[in-house]
């Protein structure tokens, strides 16, 4: 398993007792401490969970608007722990972190589904992924045509 397949696993089962236990935690050092000690003791991760966990908090009202509007067919409260906080880090990865390509993003995301979801998480987050993914080249494709100085080209409406 590659460090960041394996620091992604984290932060999505640091996000998923976050997440179980009502979002009420402030201060994620715990619940990575916690994580990393009976999943991972000597494992260097370098920041990359805590950017991704402070990522994904940072922009949550957000990420959970693409959520909604890609996943249409499930409101958000009905998605699995795992599989809404598994969308959580690839829509942040997608989104709002531009030094993760879009693919690698997506299927780690499926990776990570396979592993820890039912059955049919890897196409449910491959399905509400790539939605997003095709958006953002539609914008991208719309944008180069109208603008060569658009600002926001990577991000579709939401």
């Known amino acids: 398993m590659s460090n960041r397949h394996l620091a992604r696993t984290l932060a999505m089962q640091s996000l998923f007792l976050w997440d179980f236990n009502g979002k009420i935690e ?8 916690e994580i990393f000690s009976n999943f991972a003791p000597s494992f260097d991760d370098n920041g990359f969970v805590e950017e991704l966990i ?20 499930w409101p958000l409260e009905q998605i699995t722990i795992v599989d809404r906080n598994i969308l959580r880090i ?14 690698v993003a997506i299927n780690e995301a499926i990776e990570i589904a396979k592993a820890f979801g039912g059955a049919s ?7 509400v992924l790539g939605a997003i993914y095709n958006a953002m080249e539609e914008k991208d494709k719309g944008e180069d045509r109208r603008s060569a100085e658009s600002v926001d080209k990577k991000t579709p409406k939401i």
């Open 26 to 33: 402030k201060d994620f050092s715990k619940l990575k401490k």
């Open 54 to 73: 402070n990522g994904v908090i940072k922009h949550l009202p957000e990420i959970d608007k693409y959520i909604i509007k890609y996943a249409t067919e």
């Open 90 to 103: 690839g829509v942040y990865e997608l989104i709002f972190n531009d030094k993760i390509p879009g693919r």
């Open 121 to 127: 998480s890897g196409k449910f987050v491959n399905g």
